[in-house]
T-cell receptor, first 113, second 122 residues
Framework: DIVMTQSPDSLAVSLGERAAINCKSS????????????LAWYQQKPGQPPKLLIY???TRQSGVPDRFSGSGSGTDFTLTISSLQPEDVAVYYC?????????FGQGTKLEIK | QVQLQESGPGLVKPSETLSLTCSVS??????????WSWIRQPAGQGLEWIGF?????????NPSLKSRVTISLDTSKNQFSLELTSVTATDTAVYYC???FGDGANFFFDSWGQGTLVTVSS
């Protein structure tokens, strides 16, 4: 299985400040023929299902605020929130969809400082 | 806007079969662009992908669960289903159904049901 490791496990950031969550895969999720990274990011709030934020490592899902951005390639990826808002408090997961089984990171809990 | 809704028993006895259905509205489950997945999450833990069914009925399962899992489509009802046999307490989790979108062979999950808690206990 492709192991996805997120860091940190938890993060506290002041409102309006930048938050960055890292995700590392045990093997590359970059598919050279199409130059796509098979990496997605989700946001999960308590009692709710995960919500897709980013796919192909850097493509923002429709309706997701532009303060959310994804970057990285190969094995190292980052989800960045440029200016933290109160509604961004949640657990964030990365997911690889390059190999079977699809696997998720362990989650990063984001809180307000 | 597609919507997904899980249904099924909230309590299953050990060694029995867990059966859940996902009803899809706002879009046809027969659309060739998507796959249809089950994903679970034990309380306070992370997410585990169980498997998916394509619109043509072909399936792909997580190897760790493959011997116990069946996912099937019912296009007449616009539903898909999960069966997990020989359950134990470790199968206790919130079960989500989700729509997969991607490149036709590999998928991320762009729509999710609200989830249903299944507890395995006698």
């Amino acid at each position: 299985d492709i192991v996805m490791t997120q860091s940190p496990d938890s993060l506290a950031v002041s409102l309006g400040e930048r938050a960055a969550i890292n995700c590392k895969s045990s093997v590359s999720v970059l598919y050279s023929p199409n130059n796509r990274n098979y990496l997605a990011w989700y946001q999960q709030k308590p009692g709710q299902p995960p919500k897709l934020l980013i796919y192909w490592a850097s493509t923002r899902q429709s309706g997701v605020p532009d303060r959310f951005s994804g970057s990285g390639s190969g094995t190292d990826f980052t989800l960045t929130i440029s200016s933290l808002q109160p509604e961004d408090v949640a657990v964030y997961y990365c997911q690889q969809y390059a190999g079977n089984p699809y696997t998720f990171g362990q989650g990063t809990k984001l809180e307000i400082k | 806007q597609v919507q997904l809704q899980e249904s099924g028993p909230g309590l299953v006895k050990p060694s029995e079969t867990l059966s859940l259905t996902c009803s899809v509205s706002g879009g046809s489950i027969s659309s060739g662009r998507y796959s249809w997945s089950w994903i679970r999450q034990p309380a306070g833990q992370g997410l585990e992908w169980i498997g998916f069914v394509y619109t043509n009925g072909n399936t792909r399962y997580n190897p760790s669960l493959k011997s116990r899992v069946t996912i099937s489509l019912d296009t007449s009802k616009n539903q898909f289903s999960l069966e997990l046999t020989s359950v134990t307490a470790t199968d206790t989790a919130v079960y989500y159904c989700a729509r997969g979108f991607g490149d036709g062979a590999n998928f991320f999950f762009d729509s999710w049901g609200q989830g249903t808690l299944v507890t395995v206990s006698s």
